[in-house]
């Protein structure tokens, strides 16, 4: 492609030859178009020199195609993310590869929109995570507060023991059981008078 550095190295000398492309993206001078080897090993990022030192010798020794992505760093201390690759295009008469050609393309961007991608990803997982959480918690709050209102609208707010509203929805629930059936029943009722105006004292002494 057009903005790719092409090169062209030269196993025996550890020559490489490249076009004015390459030494661009590099921060080199546009006449530069030769380099020994070593100039672009020490343009490896440093964590990423064996990698790639390992994956151009495995090329070397066996099908003689090589890919990597790796990071270099220019010569104004910039770092690139860089899509390098190349295959043995010469051999000498024992198979020995003697030259190498390929082109390295510049993936920083892409390289940054997939981390600002996955970081959003992340923080939207994150907030979901959060929201459901929320939600899970809302609900056991709600779960609560219906508790609270069956019991103030079925027990008695000082005993709380079932009140005249609970007590007649326990009498219809028998009363239905007892009509599919042909058993007698009756319904003992005990009212305790002046009860509000005695026990709460008791209570409140306890």
Same mark, same amino acid.
């Given at each position: 492609a057009a903005g790719d550095g092409i090169w062209d190295w030269d196993i025996n000398s550890n020559i490489v030859t490249h076009n004015a492309k390459w030494g661009e993206m590099f921060g080199f001078e546009t006449g530069m178009l030769q380099h020994p080897i070593e100039v672009f090993t020490d343009l490896l990022?440093?964590?990423?020199?064996? @990698?790639? @030192?390992r994956a151009l010798r495995a090329a070397l020794e066996s099908t003689?195609?090589?890919?990597?992505?790796?990071?270099?760093?220019?010569?104004d201390g910039g770092v690139?993310?860089?899509?390098?690759?190349?295959?043995?295009?010469?051999?000498?008469n024992l198979g020995n590869p003697t030259r190498m050609a390929g082109a390295v393309t510049d993936i920083t961007d892409r390289v940054h929109a997939e981390h600002r991608l996955r970081?959003?990803?992340? !923080?939207?997982? @994150? !907030?979901?995570i959060s929201l459901e959480r929320k939600v899970e918690e809302r609900t056991a709050e709600l779960a609560r507060a219906n508790d609270d209102l069956r019991n103030l609208a079925w027990r008695d707010s000082l005993t709380g023991l079932p009140n005249r509203l609970a007590g007649m929805d326990r009498?219809?629930?028998e009363? !239905?059981?007892l009509s599919r059936g042909s058993a007698i029943s009756a319904v003992l009722?005990? @009212?305790?008078?002046?009860?509000?105006?005695?026990?709460?004292?008791?209570?409140?002494?306890?």
């Amino acid at each position: 492609a057009a903005g790719d550095g092409i090169w062209d190295w030269d196993i025996n000398s550890n020559i490489v030859t490249h076009n004015a492309k390459w030494g661009e993206m590099f921060g080199f001078e546009t006449g530069m178009l030769q380099h020994p080897i070593e100039v672009f090993t020490d343009l490896l990022h440093p964590d990423d020199r064996h @990698d790639v @030192d390992r994956a151009l010798r495995a090329a070397l020794e066996s099908t003689g195609s090589y890919q990597h992505e790796h990071r270099m760093v220019r010569l104004d201390g910039g770092v690139l993310h860089v899509f390098d690759r190349g295959q043995v295009v010469e051999r000498d008469n024992l198979g020995n590869p003697t030259r190498m050609a390929g082109a390295v393309t510049d993936i920083t961007d892409r390289v940054h929109a997939e981390h600002r991608l996955r970081v959003t990803t992340e !923080a939207l997982i @994150d !907030a979901n995570i959060s929201l459901e959480r929320k939600v899970e918690e809302r609900t056991a709050e709600l779960a609560r507060a219906n508790d609270d209102l069956r019991n103030l609208a079925w027990r008695d707010s000082l005993t709380g023991l079932p009140n005249r509203l609970a007590g007649m929805d326990r009498l219809n629930a028998e009363f !239905a059981r007892l009509s599919r059936g042909s058993a007698i029943s009756a319904v003992l009722m005990l @009212d305790v008078d002046l009860f509000y105006e005695e026990v709460p004292e008791q209570i409140e002494e306890t």
